[in-house]
């Protein structure tokens, strides 16, 4: 029976599962989201029969039949089902529309996209229809809707025809931006750059300008409250630079932990830079004199990448005046208090070199160049063939050349549809429009290849382009700056995952000053929300706009967990890409087998379903408790550390497999000895030199060792200095490593499940030698396992979450540290568990709704399930304070858990290491999903003629 649609109503929250019986089939089509058939559920539903009418000319007939089989299955609250049915239309003398219907349920608060295209069947695209292939937008609220296909004139009376409509994929959108008021603050004159940087280490996001008619640049500290609607600054203090500054960027030159800046002099055709010299807290920013370095002839843009692997930024200019790029390589020393760096190499660009963007375009692990080419109308990529060494001279391949809009002035780099490749965006200063050309390029691939450029209307004469997720939906929307409308454009992403076609929605606008010539975007009030920042040439100022917007849902879940098996006792899980395809790969340790696996990603982006390629295990030392990832030789490809339980070492082994590939190969494990009982490793770079050195714990020697990296940049062997060992608590069992006092060193945090508290060790470290000050302790909870560290609050210091194991807690420390002083308010306790016997293992913290604010996770070791916690913190509270937990099935005797985006839809999924059954539970993040039912659907040409006497 054609006609039949079927519901089923519960208390419980579902989504809706569609299917239909065409009349050629008998087999019903179901949507993929499940894999039962139709049939098992027809003894359990009722049907009924809805029929609805269109007007049409009165010369037609039109038979209107809803066409669906619905089934219900229990899902996320924050999902959103669309339910396709078939339809009917007579044909007509004049092109008409067919409306396919859409019953749009679950959570309606946010605006639903979706891509579609049509299939040919008995009717043909282009004679009997428009063929469809598109975007179509549902706005929040919407409980049902349309999408129309063209349907040609015909007056014929033949049989009637049919042809499907498909859905591609589809996704839901945050809300739209809002913002106050701009605020503007002095400058010099004609600032033609903003960047910026926590000058003062205070947290707090401060404000870098070039200033190219003053020859110098400014920096403004923030001084704002956390939760402030208003910014507030102090005065700019300025310091001298070249002839022009047109452009700024801050890199650590020297690994002493503070930013430093790096300005393009476009006039004096150098480039300046200033080492940062400001205490730690200080209201007042110091610099050292500029050192200035050749460029090429009128630099007008400047970034910073490490090109070459030796963990130093080097610095990128564009010359618009001949046409090139220069690349100087960073040769300064750690901690010396002047800058050094090589001769320029320069490469060739396109006409008027514009702008620079440095981003691995090909997944190899190196930073490539795009330049934007203003004379020419196009973008260059120069892909990097530096060969990895501290000493090696930069090189890169001849230009490959895209084409863009008229004008291009500006550039930048973002995965803008979620399949783990870069792509770029131009800003076409003559064609008031931006450009988006989707990276086609294969990993691995010494050849780049884009997508023709898709554009989208801005303000008049764009000069600058930037990507930010402004509204909290995980995905990286535009904002540009107006030079000739002093606005600032905003243009919210509405691309589905996996898109072969970008999509945006039509910009909003907001007033800055006179001439806006860049843009910076940072959180500057402490609220988890993105703000801007324009530089405004002609008003000698810079603009900041708060952003006001709602962000995230009011529900944030996580779909059933999907199981993938392991090898046995798994107790480890974390992630990274081994193989260089922009997919989140998971790396699980196995304590029973002696081994370590990693599950390569196959998922589909925006799927709603993970898929992993069969487990691929390498040999570690004997009963492996903790694993980490890490590039330890600056290949551009994370390397493997294990820390082996039972041989009171760590095992590395070097990621030789090449890019793209499906089988991994490491070279053969180097084992460095520990301390007693090893089953945590943090990484962080100790000492300022660049490399990324090893941090592991020891159960009962009291103490904990760093193994400093002194591996050769492109060795195939490692290296490391013998290890160092400093004093903490009692049977130290978790080690992290973050900086908790703001001067820009990784400092060591210890939880200490014998002596119920964390130990926190201040990094002193200076001019690459390794020193700690001595520990001091604060208590928490009995038996801590586990150390989470994040910002709870919003005011720029991180706070310490930790996991309880005996008495099934969560003790939260808020940092309370002044500049020169460590301090922790008292351990606040959250009893998360939801049942009795629950056993706390691991926590970790994850932005889970989008709001802005990081949540926390936790596993139940005893109740098979980990828990959510969301954060509900207001900025700049003493009391922190988190909603109810809320919990989800897992597998047996989950050990560890960690987030991270497994489908490219830009939200943080949960990964969970099973030991009781030797599983891995993947859980995606259903914020903004949507599940589509009854696709492909079809739509019927009646071709019945009316006579006066009635139907013939």
């Known amino acids: 029976m054609n006609g039949l649609v079927t519901s089923f109503k519960s208390t419980e929250q579902r989504d809706l599962l569609c299917g239909y019986r065409s009349p050629s089939t008998a087999t019903p089509t179901q949507s993929a989201a499940s894999q039962l058939p139709v049939e098992k559920f027809m003894r359990n539903i009722f049907s009924t029969l809805d029929f609805s009418q269109q007007h049409l000319p009165s010369s037609h007939r039109l038979l209107a039949l809803a066409l669906g089989l619905c089934v219900s299955f229990s899902a996320s609250a924050d999902t959103t089902t669309l339910t396709f049915a078939n339809t009917t239309r007579g044909s007509s003398i004049t092109p008409v529309a067919m409306p396919f219907p859409i019953a749009r349920s679950g959570d309606l608060s946010y605006q639903t996209i979706l891509n579609y295209h049509t299939i040919d069947g008995t009717a043909h695209a282009g004679t009997d229809f428009t063929a469809g292939s598109g975007v179509l937008a549902l706005p929040a609220s919407a409980a049902n809707g349309a999408l129309p296909i063209t349907l040609s004139a015909n007056i014929g009376n033949g049989s009637d025809l049919s042809f499907q409509l498909q859905v591609d994929g589809a996704t839901g959108i945050g809300l739209a931006v809002t913002a106050a008021a701009q605020t503007a603050f002095t400058t010099g004159n004609n600032p033609a750059s903003v960047i910026v940087a926590d000058i003062n280490g205070d947290g707090l996001a401060d404000l870098i300008v070039a200033n190219s008619g003053s020859n110098s640049v400014s920096v403004l500290l923030n001084t704002t409250a956390p939760g402030a609607t208003t910014p507030t600054f102090s005065a700019q203090h300025a310091f001298a630079t070249g002839s022009s500054p047109d452009a700024v960027a801050v890199a650590d030159i020297n690994g002493d932990g503070k930013p430093d800046l790096i300005v393009a002099n476009n006039a004096s055709n150098n480039l300046s830079v200033l080492l940062n010299t400001t205490a730690n807290g200080a209201t007042i920013p110091t610099f050292s ?42 040769t300064t020393a750690t901690s010396a208090t002047t800058s050094s760096f090589a001769a320029q190499q320069t490469f060739v660009t396109g006409l008027s070199a514009q702008a620079v963007s440095a981003a691995d375009v090909n997944g190899d692990g190196r930073a490539d160049l795009i330049v934007a080419n203003y004379s020419d109308n196009t973008v260059s990529v120069l892909l990097n063939t530096t060969t990895p060494g501290a000493a090696s001279t930069p090189s890169f391949a001849a230009q490959h050349t895209f084409a863009t809009g008229s004008h291009p002035y500006s550039v930048t780099t973002t995965d803008v549809n979620g399949d783990g490749k870069l792509d770029l965006v131009i800003a076409n200063f003559s064609s008031q429009n931006i450009s988006v050309l989707l990276n086609t390029t294969t990993p691995g691939a010494t050849t780049p290849s884009f997508a023709a450029g898709q554009t989208f209307a801005t303000g008049s004469n764009p000069d600058f382009v930037s990507a930010a997720d402004v509204n909290g939906d995980g995905k990286p929307d535009l904002l540009v700056a107006n030079l000739l409308g002093n606005t600032l454009s905003v243009l919210l992403n509405t691309t589905v995952p996996g898109a072969t076609a970008p999509s945006f929605a039509t910009q909003q606008s907001f007033a800055t000053g006179t001439s806006p010539q860049s843009i910076a975007i940072v959180d500057i009030n402490g609220d988890g929300k993105p703000d801007f920042i324009t530089a405004n040439y002609n008003s000698s100022s810079v603009s900041v706009i708060l952003n006001t917007a709602t962000l995230g849902t009011a529900t944030a879940g996580f779909a059933t967990q999907q199981t993938f098996p392991t090898g046995s006792q798994t107790v480890f899980v974390t992630s990274a890409d081994f193989n260089g395809d922009g997919k989140t790969d998971l790396l699980e340790v196995n304590y029973g087998v002696n081994t370590v696996s990693v599950l390569l990603n196959n998922t589909a982006a925006g799927a709603s379903i993970p898929s992993f390629a069969a487990r691929q295990s390498v040999t570690s030392g004997s009963s492996p408790y903790a694993a980490a990832a890490a590039d330890l030789n600056g290949d551009g490809k994370p390397d493997l550390i294990i820390a082996n339980y039972g041989d009171n070492d760590v095992s590395v082994l070097f990621n030789t497999t090449a890019t793209g590939a499906t089988t991994l190969t490491f070279a053969s494990p180097q084992t460095f000895a520990t301390g007693n009982f090893t089953q945590s490793i943090a990484i962080a770079d100790l000492n300022g030199d660049g490399k990324p050195d090893l941090i592991v714990q020891s159960a009962t020697d009291g103490n904990i060792s760093v193994l400093l990296n002194t591996t050769a940049t492109g060795a195939a062997t490692p290296t490391f200095a013998v290890r160092q060992n400093f ?25 200490n499940d014998g002596s119920n508290n964390v130990s926190v060790l201040l990094n002193t470290s200076s001019a690459g030698i390794l020193s700690f000050a001595a520990q001091q302790t604060f208590g928490v909870g009995g038996n801590p396992k586990s150390v989470a560290i994040t910002d709870l609050n919003g005011d720029g210091k991180p706070d310490i979450i930790v996991a309880n194991n005996s008495d099934n807690s969560l003790s939260l420390l808020r940092n309370t540290s002044t500049p020169g002083t460590l301090s922790f308010a008292a351990a606040q306790t959250f009893a998360a568990a939801t049942n009795s016997g629950a056993l706390f293992v691991s926590v970790t913290s994850a932005d889970v709704n989008g709001d802005g604010k990081p949540d926390l996770i936790l596993t139940d070791y005893i109740g098979k399930k980990v828990l959510r916690l969301l954060n509900t913190t207001a900025p700049g509270a003493t009391t922190l304070s988190f909603a109810a937990a809320q919990s989800f099935v897992v597998g047996t005797s989950p050990a560890w858990v960690t987030a991270a985006d497994v489908n490219g839809d830009g939200k943080p999924d949960l990964i969970v290491a099973n030991r009781g059954d030797s599983t891995l539970s993947v859980l995606l993040n259903t914020q903004y999903q949507v599940a589509i039912a009854g696709s492909p659907t079809t739509g019927t040409i009646v071709h019945d003629y009316i006579f006066a006497n009635g139907f013939e």
Do not use: E
């Not at 090429?296 to 990128?316: E, Q, R, W, Y």
């Open 289 to 330: 004199a500029q050192q200035t370095f050749s460029a090429g002839t009128g630099p007008s843009s400047v970034t910073v990448a490490d090109i070459n692997g030796d963990g130093k930024p080097d610095l990128i200019v564009a010359n618009y005046g001949d046409g090139t790029v220069s690349v100087l390589r960073n």
């Open 727 to 751: 004093a903490v608590g009692s049977i130290a069992f978790f080690v992290a490593a973050a900086d908790v006092n703001g001067d820009g060193k990784p400092d060591l945090i210890v939880a």
